[in-house]
């Protein structure tokens, strides 16, 4: 395994002062959160954690032996302690009497909420069973790509025996369930002397009577398999050798940038999808590779893997050394289909009377030869995440196959957890998708008042955002905020001046390499300079002009490019100004500048009707606050223009408006919200002022 090697040991983290004054249940999230911090143990969301643990009885004051497990859809590298759910053990064992058998298995979970102790809120896990029946205090079942490559073996079994002895057991396939928590209390009564056991296509189990123990041999057998693994492989080809060599990095991402926006307008029929590119190491030596294509066909083993990735990838036809990306382009249509085709079939052949209806039948991985992988899925975090399941998906394979045969999980049992009534159940309790759920969106003047509040708006409603702007210093200290509050997955930020034609062309595609494509451009980058005509100079007129009339051509111009290739649609939003109405007096190349604004906005609306791309216009009004051209020589000269200072001209655009209303940028905000999400999906060509009132700014 390449993640294997004296260099690349797993480290015993386990701190014996901190643990020292810990309760049984803190031990278990301190041990589960350390477990969880090394890709190498387990994937995020894989793998579950559990501690009998003696608490108090609410009613009775009585002590009662309590199971504290990993409750539903949680992660152990980052849980909390509300992230578990709480049983009582003697109702858990009180369960075997109700049991009907194995085709009853999945009513069990029902009963599950009737062994809650002390009114714990947290669903408990289909795994709950698994955790509960085996006799010891502690268990971990975690997923490493070390243990998996055992598992997904065609002799697992023997490999088990050869590297653990007696130590770790070996069960063969079963779904995760009640009944497999039968299976793993029967196989430590047999075995009252084992450590654990390898389930076959799914992970490891272990487990102790006293957390730190129990931590530390969970690390130990899967060093002992990734050490095993390094020892067999030693020197040897990985996937049969390479047929192809990779691109250079800047090549790889030009190439990405191109196949994601067609791929993404492909995918996104039902909803918008957002992508993820991956070229580590990992990912390029599998898709160079001579077997790289058969094993792909085979599937993924572990069932965390393939309910992320669907059963299997699609491998793109580009061959990096033609670097045939035009006919890779024309041919993608129908390798879509071909794919959907392919999925459908398997939906047909494996389906039952009560499955749910087919699901999205379009791929969620796609390998590119030379280039790396990438992954769409309905937000960003899940595309991300997506891929790194497929790497732990290619390290088994790469594992396995190199010192066994591999296989995927038979068709129908993969379907038949893919399509599990109670997996379906679980995606019907998923909240609502956010309005701009998929959407991607760039904002130019990203830093700014109205650009950061724009994009505030945007991530509320789940949007991805892509901050651009030419000072990195405000950028990042944008970024940085809205990654706290959102999570560093849906924002980037790139450095752009919109008078620079390559650097828009780069920054449009970057935004498609790292989110998949473009729906939203808000095109907000501006100055303002203020003069008596007989005093603009060419310089400042020409300056008015290169920001404000061709950057707003410039950087809709290469978004028209990115939404025609995706072909579903867009939203352009220019923030314009009243002055683009309304004349104001000392400041003609302003003024000038922001009416070609508006005008470009009615032919860009003309030209982009039939492909669904939408243009329209907010005009704001004295947004002082917080806006950047509202810093240094603008705000003096037109307090100079209209006779009063600094502190007064706020209050005195207020009293000039109909409204008497300061314009704030959350209210352009939210007009730039309106006009690029569905509410306005009949509205294109128009003008929204958004500047308290003003008779003379009224459109005709």
Same mark, same amino acid.
């Given at each position: 395994?390449?993640?294997?090697?004296?260099?690349?040991?797993?480290?015993?983290?386990?701190?014996?002062?901190?643990?020292?004054?810990?309760?049984?249940?803190?031990?278990?999230?301190?041990?589960?959160?350390?477990?969880?911090?090394?890709?190498?143990?387990?994937?995020?969301?894989?793998?579950?954690?559990?501690?009998?643990?003696?608490?108090?009885?609410?009613?009775?004051?009585?002590?009662?032996?309590? #199971?504290?497990?990993?409750?539903?859809?949680?992660?152990?590298?980052?849980?909390?302690?509300?992230?578990?759910?709480?049983?009582?053990?003697?109702?858990?064992?009180?369960?075997?009497?109700?049991?009907?058998?194995?085709?009853?298995?999945?009513?069990?979970?029902?009963?599950?909420?009737?062994?809650?102790?002390?009114?714990?809120?947290?669903?408990?896990?289909?795994?709950?069973?698994?955790?509960?029946?085996?006799?010891?205090?502690?268990?971990?079942?975690?997923?490493?790509?070390?243990?998996?490559?055992?598992?997904?073996?065609?002799?697992?079994?023997?490999?088990?025996?050869?590297?653990?002895?007696?130590?770790?057991?070996?069960?063969?396939?079963?779904?995760?369930?009640?009944?497999?928590?039968?299976? #793993?209390?029967?196989?430590?009564?047999?075995?009252?002397?084992?450590?654990?056991?390898?389930?076959?296509?799914?992970?490891?189990?272990?487990?102790?009577?006293?957390?730190?123990?129990?931590?530390?041999?969970?690390?130990?057998?899967?060093?002992?398999?990734?050490?095993?693994?390094?020892?067999?492989?030693?020197?040897?080809?990985?996937?049969?050798?390479?047929?192809?060599?990779?691109?250079?990095?800047?090549?790889?991402?030009?190439?990405?940038?191109?196949?994601?926006?067609?791929?993404?307008?492909? +995918?996104?029929?039902?909803?918008?999808? +957002?992508?993820?590119?991956?070229?580590?190491?990992?990912?390029?030596?599998?898709?160079?590779?001579?077997?790289? /294509?058969?094993?792909?066909?085979?599937?993924?083993?572990?069932?965390?893997?393939?309910?992320?990735?669907?059963?299997?990838?699609?491998?793109?036809?580009?061959?990096?050394?033609?670097?045939?990306?035009?006919?890779?382009?024309?041919?993608?249509?129908?390798?879509?289909?071909?794919?959907?085709?392919?999925?459908?079939?398997?939906?047909?052949?494996?389906?039952?009377?009560?499955?749910?209806?087919?699901?999205?039948?379009?791929?969620?991985?796609?390998?590119?030869?030379?280039?790396?992988?990438?992954?769409?899925?309905?937000?960003?975090?899940?595309?991300?995440?997506?891929? /790194?399941?497929?790497?732990?998906?290619?390290?088994?394979?790469?594992?396995?196959?190199?010192?066994?045969?591999?296989?995927?999980?038979?068709?129908?049992?993969?379907?038949?957890?893919?399509?599990?009534?109670?997996?379906?159940?679980?995606?019907?309790?998923?909240?609502?998708?956010?309005?701009?759920?998929?959407?991607?969106?760039?904002?130019?003047?990203?830093?700014?008042?109205?650009?950061?509040?724009?994009?505030?708006?945007?991530?509320?409603?789940?949007?991805?955002?892509?901050?651009?702007?030419?000072?990195?210093?405000?950028?990042?200290?944008?970024?940085?905020?809205?990654?706290?509050?959102?999570?560093?997955?849906?924002?980037?930020?790139?450095?752009?001046?919109?008078?620079?034609?390559?650097?828009?062309?780069?920054?449009?595609?970057?935004?498609?390499?790292?989110?998949?494509?473009?729906?939203?451009?808000?095109?907000?980058?501006?100055?303002?300079?203020?003069?008596?005509?007989?005093?603009?100079? #060419?310089?400042?007129?020409?300056?008015?002009?290169?920001?404000?009339?061709?950057?707003?051509?410039?950087?809709?111009?290469?978004?028209?490019?990115?939404?025609?290739?995706?072909?579903?649609?867009?939203?352009?939003?220019?923030?314009?100004?009243?002055?683009?109405?309304?004349?104001?007096?000392?400041?003609?190349?302003?003024?000038?500048?922001?009416?070609?604004?508006?005008?470009?906005?009615?032919?860009?609306?003309?030209?982009?009707?039939?492909?669904?791309?939408?243009?329209?216009?907010?005009?704001?009004?004295?947004?002082?606050?917080?806006?950047?051209?509202?810093?240094?020589?603008?705000?003096?000269?037109?307090?100079?223009?209209?006779?009063?200072?600094?502190?007064?001209?706020?209050?005195?655009?207020?009293?000039?408006?109909?409204?008497?209303?300061?314009?704030?940028?959350?209210?352009?905000?939210?007009?730039?919200?309106?006009?690029?999400?569905?509410?306005?999906?009949?509205?294109?060509?128009?003008?929204?002022?958004?500047?308290?009132?003003?008779?003379?700014?009224?459109?005709?």
């Amino acid at each position: 395994m390449s993640n294997s090697g004296a260099d690349q040991r797993l480290i015993n983290g386990w701190d014996d002062a901190k643990a020292a004054s810990m309760s049984e249940s803190e031990k278990l999230l301190y041990r589960s959160n350390l477990l969880g911090s090394d890709k190498r143990i387990t994937n995020y969301g894989g793998g579950n954690t559990s501690a009998k643990v003696m608490e108090k009885d609410p009613l009775t004051g009585e002590e009662v032996e309590v #199971l504290w497990v990993k409750g539903s859809g949680g992660d152990v590298g980052s849980i909390k302690m509300d992230g578990f759910a709480t049983l009582y053990m003697d109702k858990l064992r009180a369960l075997k009497g109700i049991y009907r058998g194995v085709e009853f298995e999945d009513e069990m979970v029902g009963y599950l909420p009737h062994c809650t102790w002390n009114l714990n809120p947290r669903a408990a896990s289909i795994d709950t069973p698994l955790h509960a029946y085996v006799p010891r205090k502690h268990v971990d079942h975690m997923h490493p790509d070390a243990i998996i490559a055992i598992a997904a073996s065609k002799n697992s079994k023997e490999l088990t025996q050869e590297i653990f002895g007696s130590d770790i057991g070996w069960l063969p396939w079963k779904k995760p369930g009640y009944e497999l928590g039968l299976w #793993l209390e029967k196989f430590c009564v047999e075995n009252p002397d084992a450590k654990g056991v390898v389930l076959e296509s799914h992970g490891l189990f272990t487990w102790d009577d006293d957390a730190k123990a129990c931590y530390e041999l969970t690390l130990e057998i899967i060093q002992k398999a990734m050490d095993w693994f390094a020892a067999k492989t030693e020197g040897q080809a990985a996937f049969g050798g390479a047929v192809h060599a990779s691109l250079d990095a800047a090549a790889r991402r030009a190439v990405a940038a191109q196949l994601m926006p067609a791929i993404r307008g492909m +995918v996104s029929g039902a909803q918008h999808m +957002v992508g993820h590119f991956d070229d580590q190491d990992a990912v390029l030596e599998f898709v160079n590779s001579k077997n790289m /294509e058969p094993l792909a066909a085979l599937g993924t083993s572990c069932p965390d893997h393939f309910l992320r990735t669907k059963i299997r990838p699609l491998v793109v036809a580009f061959d990096p050394a033609k670097n045939n990306v035009d006919e890779v382009l024309e041919g993608l249509p129908a390798q879509v289909a071909a794919y959907r085709d392919d999925y459908a079939a398997y939906y047909n052949r494996c389906k039952k009377d009560n499955s749910p209806a087919l699901r999205d039948p379009n791929a969620v991985v796609y390998l590119v030869p030379g280039v790396g992988m990438i992954t769409f899925a309905k937000d960003k975090a899940t595309a991300r995440i997506s891929g /790194e399941f497929y790497v732990n998906a290619i390290n088994v394979m790469r594992g396995s196959s190199a010192v066994s045969e591999y296989c995927g999980l038979p068709e129908q049992e993969a379907f038949d957890i893919e399509y599990w009534l109670l997996e379906e159940a679980k995606l019907q309790r998923m909240p609502k998708p956010k309005s701009m759920a998929g959407r991607v969106a760039l904002i130019t003047g990203g830093a700014g008042g109205i650009g950061a509040a724009t994009a505030h708006r945007y991530l509320t409603e789940g949007a991805c955002v892509m901050l651009a702007d030419i000072n990195a210093a405000s950028l990042e200290e944008v970024r940085a905020g809205f990654a706290k509050q959102f999570g560093a997955d849906v924002v980037r930020t790139v450095e752009m001046n919109v008078t620079d034609e390559q650097a828009i062309i780069d920054a449009y595609a970057y935004t498609s390499v790292e989110f998949g494509g473009v729906d939203i451009l808000v095109s907000n980058a501006g100055i303002a300079s203020s003069a008596p005509i007989e005093k603009t100079t #060419l310089d400042l007129w020409n300056k008015n002009m290169d920001i404000l009339s061709t950057g707003y051509f410039l950087v809709s111009r290469e978004a028209f490019k990115v939404m025609r290739q995706q072909n579903i649609g867009g939203s352009i939003v220019f923030v314009a100004s009243k002055n683009g109405l309304a004349a104001s007096p000392n400041a003609s190349a302003y003024c000038t500048a922001k009416a070609a604004e508006i005008h470009l906005a009615r032919c860009l609306a003309l030209e982009g009707a039939e492909a669904g791309i939408r243009v329209n216009v907010v005009n704001p009004d004295a947004v002082l606050r917080g806006s950047k051209i509202w810093e240094g020589e603008w705000l003096e000269q037109r307090a100079g223009t209209y006779g009063t200072d600094k502190e007064g001209l706020e209050e005195m655009y207020r009293n000039r408006s109909m409204l008497k209303r300061s314009v704030l940028p959350e209210d352009i905000a939210e007009a730039a919200y309106f006009l690029a999400s569905e509410a306005s999906a009949k509205s294109t060509g128009n003008i929204i002022n958004v500047d308290a009132g003003n008779v003379q700014a009224f459109t005709r």
